[in-house]
């Protein structure tokens, strides 16, 4: 997350949309008074040449504790409504099989499960479908990772005198605390992840920083690289299609497009 003071804008970033790489680029166009929340994991925190170029500015203790996925909630109770109201307010969507399938991934980044490897009766003529493993791996995912919303404890942090929303690891839950407030769009611009370049270089734009390239990072980590929808059921596409039904709505992702 970031709140730039300079330049008048909000950055609110969401899960698995690339929003590291866009939070990079904006940081090196941050100073003074900005808030940059610092990432939680500096070993993806490097550009193609092995440089770290996100700079953490500014965040206090209680944002610090959510980390860089601070929803729109959460900003518009601890800031003042003059910067809630008067500054440009962005965040990224993705289309959501596509999301659903990198976070499945990302979560499983160490699992040797997603290497599965020749057991004895392969070589004794059972044919060997590393694919269709990994796919019954995603299916079991889905059926026992999806969040819509929950009130445990572990997914919340205080300030003594509000609770706020921290990402649910291991999970996959929706984006809509990031953009959608009351069922409808909050943020004045949200980024679409198939559109990356060009929609960052509109935010550049409207906010008046140069147009620069933006780094890759966090990147790699699926290996098998078929399509999306090879990996869904009827079932499981309708699994996530409920999860994120505001997405469908305001952005018209539909399956396969």
């Known amino acids: ?68 996925h601070v929803d729109a909630a959460t900003i518009r109770i601890r800031e003042p409504e003059q910067v809630w109201n008067g500054y440009f307010k962005f965040s990224i969507t993705r289309n959501p099989w596509d999301r659903a399938l990198s976070y499945f991934f990302w979560d499983k980044r160490n699992d040797p499960g997603l290497k599965p490897k020749k057991r004895l009766w392969h070589y004794l003529g059972v044919p060997f479908d590393e694919f269709a493993i990994v796919r019954d791996q995603f299916t079991r995912f889905l059926h026992e990772k999806v969040l819509a919303r929950t009130d445990d404890p572990r997914f919340y942090v205080s300030d003594g005198a509000n609770r706020y929303r921290v990402p649910a690891e291991g999970f996959l839950e929706n984006n809509d605390r990031f953009y959608i407030l009351d069922g409808e769009l909050c943020a004045d611009f949200v980024i679409r992840y198939e559109h990356l370049e060009e929609d960052y270089d509109e935010v550049c734009r409207r906010v008046g920083i140069p147009v620069t390239g933006l780094p890759h990072l966090k990147t790699g980590i699926r290996q098998q690289r078929r399509p999306y929808t090879d990996y869904y059921t009827d079932e499981t596409r309708e699994i996530v299609a409920t999860l994120h039904a505001n997405d469908l709505r305001h952005f018209g992702y539909r399956f396969g497009e």
Do not use: W
Not at 9 to 16: A, E, G, N, R, W
Not at 34 to 54: L, Q, S, T, W
């Open 1 to 68: 997350m970031i709140i730039s003071h300079s330049h008048k804008f909000i950055f609110i970033k969401s899960l698995k949309t690339a929003g590291t790489s866009i939070e990079a680029a904006l940081s090196g166009h941050c100073g003074g008074s900005d808030v940059v929340v610092p990432i939680n994991d500096y070993a993806y925190n490097r550009d193609e040449k092995g440089e770290f170029i996100h700079r953490g500015m500014n965040a206090d203790e209680t944002y610090r504790k959510i980390g860089q």
